[in-house]
């Protein structure tokens, strides 16, 4: 019997993908009544097919995307229109956090690749996410259920390795680069790298049991400002 490959864990999103959600959840009521409505304008054979692209992140076709800010661009927000009129020159537009598909991990116990290695595999673009500077997957389960396996997070990088205790971190400190809840330590100058899955036991020891991190020793410390869990449904 032939082996299978195993299929990936993380999805990619592609930035058409996200723009169609943005104003999905925009215009739902106001230009279409539903899915029905909506994928009988787009041409899509059933509601359910809607359903994926807005619930499960199926990718849409970018034919699709095309018909439906047509169809519906008297309803897009004006707001936008005239914010991207009277954008000056020379400024950017906004596109979103870059989303680098490597091999990131929430137990510690891999290596992978710097990000400045890698090349995005698209942009990460939601409401309040702008001040981020990049997006990673999470693989392992060590954080859940805050972090939950194939997840994306948007990080932003703290320069001064000021530490706000309590909130969850990557960070990258020797070989590894992990997911971890960052406590206060007994001393000044170490933190506790603690997991938030604190169920899995291998014996009578926790298998993600707490550990310390000097701060001297962090290469990189960057704060999780949003998590972008996937769904199954």
Same mark, same amino acid.
């Given at each position: 019997?032939?082996?299978?490959?195993?299929?990936?864990?993380?999805?990619?999103?592609?930035?058409?993908?996200?723009?169609?959600?943005?104003?999905? &959840?925009?215009?739902?009521?106001?230009?279409?009544?539903?899915?029905?409505? +909506?994928?009988?304008?787009?041409?899509?054979?059933?509601?359910?097919?809607?359903?994926?692209? $807005?619930?499960?992140?199926? &990718?849409?076709? %970018?034919?699709?995307?095309?018909?439906?800010?047509?169809?519906?661009?008297?309803?897009?927000?004006?707001?936008?229109?005239?914010?991207?009129?009277?954008?000056?020159?020379?400024?950017? @537009?906004?596109?979103?956090?870059?989303?680098?598909?490597?091999?990131?991990?929430?137990?510690? @116990?891999?290596?992978?690749?710097?990000? &400045?290695?890698?090349?995005? @595999?698209?942009?990460?673009?939601?409401?309040?996410?702008?001040?981020?500077?990049?997006?990673?997957?999470?693989?392992?389960?060590?954080?859940?259920?805050?972090?939950?396996?194939?997840?994306?997070?948007?990080?932003? $990088?703290?320069?001064?390795?000021?530490?706000?205790?309590?909130?969850? *971190?990557?960070?990258?400190?020797?070989? *590894?680069?992990?997911?971890?809840? +960052?406590?206060?330590?007994?001393? %000044?100058?170490? @933190?506790?790298?603690?997991?938030?899955?604190?169920?899995?036991?291998?014996?009578?020891?926790?298998?993600?049991?707490?550990?310390?991190?000097? +701060?001297?020793?962090?290469?990189?410390?960057?704060?999780?400002?949003?998590?972008?869990?996937?769904? &199954?449904?």
């Amino acid at each position: 019997m032939p082996i299978q490959e195993k299929p990936s864990k993380i999805k990619t999103i592609r930035p058409e993908t996200l723009e169609f959600i943005i104003l999905y &959840n925009q215009l739902r009521g106001k230009a279409f009544s539903g899915n029905i409505q +909506l994928a009988e304008a787009l041409g899509f054979n059933s509601a359910s097919s809607i359903t994926e692209i $807005i619930k499960s992140r199926q &990718n849409i076709d %970018p034919e699709k995307l095309k018909i439906f800010k047509e169809k519906y661009r008297d309803h897009i927000t004006p707001a936008k229109k005239q914010e991207i009129t009277e954008t000056k020159p020379g400024k950017a @537009v906004f596109e979103g956090i870059p989303m680098y598909e490597v091999v990131a991990t929430a137990s510690g @116990v891999e290596v992978y690749n710097d990000i &400045n290695d890698a090349q995005p @595999v698209g942009h990460m673009n939601f409401p309040g996410i702008e001040d981020c500077d990049f997006a990673l997957p999470v693989w392992g389960h060590s954080m859940y259920p805050y972090l939950e396996n194939g997840c994306w997070v948007a990080l932003k $990088i703290i320069h001064d390795t000021k530490i706000l205790p309590g909130e969850v *971190y990557y960070i990258e400190w020797g070989d *590894y680069r992990m997911y971890k809840r +960052l406590l206060a330590g007994d001393n %000044p100058d170490e @933190v506790i790298a603690h997991s938030d899955n604190t169920t899995e036991m291998i014996g009578n020891r926790l298998k993600y049991a707490p550990f310390v991190i000097r +701060l001297e020793d962090i290469k990189k410390l960057c704060l999780v400002k949003d998590i972008h869990k996937k769904h &199954n449904h």
